[in-house]
C-alpha cells in the first residue's frame, strides 16, 4: 500500500472517531423536565382551577443569584424572546418590566408559564429548552420589573443591566382574585407534600 493511501484512511478513520464523540456528546444534552416535588395544576385562564400560591423548592437556587440572571438575560435573547416581549418593555407579547403579572410573579410561577405555554400566543416550552436554563429566563424575566434594575437602565437600555431577584419576592403572591368577582377561585394543588 503506498503512503498517501495510509494517510488518507488514518485521517478519515480519525475524523470518523471525532465525529461518533461528538455525537454522543450531543445525545447527552436532556431537555427532560425533572420529575418530583408538587406539581400545580394550572387552567388556561389566569386564577380558574390554579393555586393561588405556587410553591416550588428549585426555586429558591436562583434567588439573589446575579449569574443566573446574567445567563437568563443571554438565554432570552438566544431563543428570541424579545420577538414577542421586546427587551421587556412588551409588543406581541405582554410587557415584562411592570407590576402587571397574569399568571404570578414569583419564580416558580414565571417557570410554569413557560413550561406549560399560556393560551394567545405563549408556547410551552417544557421538554424543548432543559429547565435549568427556564429558571435561568424566569430569574432574567423576573428581574426585569424589580425597581434596581429599571434605576440601572437609561430610556434607551431597558433589562440591560439586571439585578438580582431578592429573596422577598418569593412572598409575593402572585396572581389574586380579581377585584368584584363572583367565581369562587379554588386552590387545587397535587403531589407529594401538598
Known sequence: MSSRFLISLSLLVATALAACHKQEQAQNFST????????VTSA???GLGQSRVTTDARAAAYYNNSQAVTEGKRL?????CSGCHSNGGGGMGPALMDDQWIYGGRLEQIHQTLVEGRP?????????IPDEQLWQISAYVRSMSLPE???RNGEDTPSQSPAPVPIEVQN???WTRPKDTTNPFGTTLTGPGS
Open 76 to 80: 432570552y435573547r438566544a431563543y428570541n
Open 172 to 174: 409575593d403572591p402572585g
Open 120 to 128: 394567545n400566543g405563549m408556547p410551552a416550552w417544557g421538554g424543548k
Open 32 to 39: 427532560e423536565q425533572p420529575r418530583g416535588g408538587a406539581v
Open 44 to 46: 388556561l385562564t389566569p
Open 149 to 151: 434594575t429599571i434605576a
